[in-house]
């Protein structure tokens, strides 16, 4: 092995160092857009941390929505049993709105009933699933689209607008608006990244 002089270790030294100067801003700046992206205030942000579980947030929000409000709720103290949920629920000023949801557990299959279309989701942390549109029933006042849970638990899904009247866990927020459209519904969809 060659000894290498003082001054070659210096200069490997400070271009390794500039290296992991360079990545950290860089996962910084990723970091600063996509909360930017998702549109969350820091009080948001923190609200959703205080959960101590991974929170997927959307990197892309589709033009004119802002967050509505985040819901919130941790599992009693001792249980950790399909709990903490929580819920980023955005809205537009033409009254379109959906969420994105989070439960620790206690999720099953979506019913077949209603179904009218799929539309495969791929999102790179939470693997494969379907966004589901539901035509107009009995209880349903109009169609909806819902996601199918992805992940491992934490699980996770998109949610849109009616889906309250399906759904007895979805933000009563989503029963007085409409659905953004399906294309845009995957895109938000497939846009989940990990809250840093």
Do not use: H
């Amino acid at each position: 092995m060659k000894n290498r002089s003082p001054i070659t270790i210096t200069i490997i030294s400070a271009i390794l160092a500039t290296s992991v100067q360079s990545v950290t801003a860089e996962r910084s700046t990723n970091q600063e857009q996509l909360l930017a992206n998702a549109q969350l205030s820091d009080r948001q942000t923190n609200q959703l941390k205080s959960l101590g579980v991974k929170v997927a947030i959307p990197s892309y929000v589709p033009a004119g929505f802002k967050v509505a409000s985040v819901q919130v709720k941790p599992c009693p103290s001792g249980v950790r049993r399909f709990c903490p949920n929580y819920a980023i629920i955005y809205r537009n000023p033409n009254n379109s709105c959906f969420a994105i949801e989070s439960t620790g557990g206690g999720i099953g299959d979506m019913p077949s009933a209603g179904l009218e279309r799929d539309y495969p989701v791929n999102n790179s942390i939470l693997g494969k699933g379907a966004l589901l549109k539901y035509r107009k029933n009995d209880r349903l006042s109009g169609p909806t689209l819902i996601g199918s849970w992805m992940g491992k638990g934490p699980f996770y899904r998109f949610t849109g607008a009616g889906s309250r009247l399906f759904l007895d866990t979805a933000p009563p927020e989503l029963s007085n608006c409409s659905d953004i459209s399906a294309q845009e519904a995957v895109r938000v969809w497939e846009s989940l990244r990990y809250l840093p």
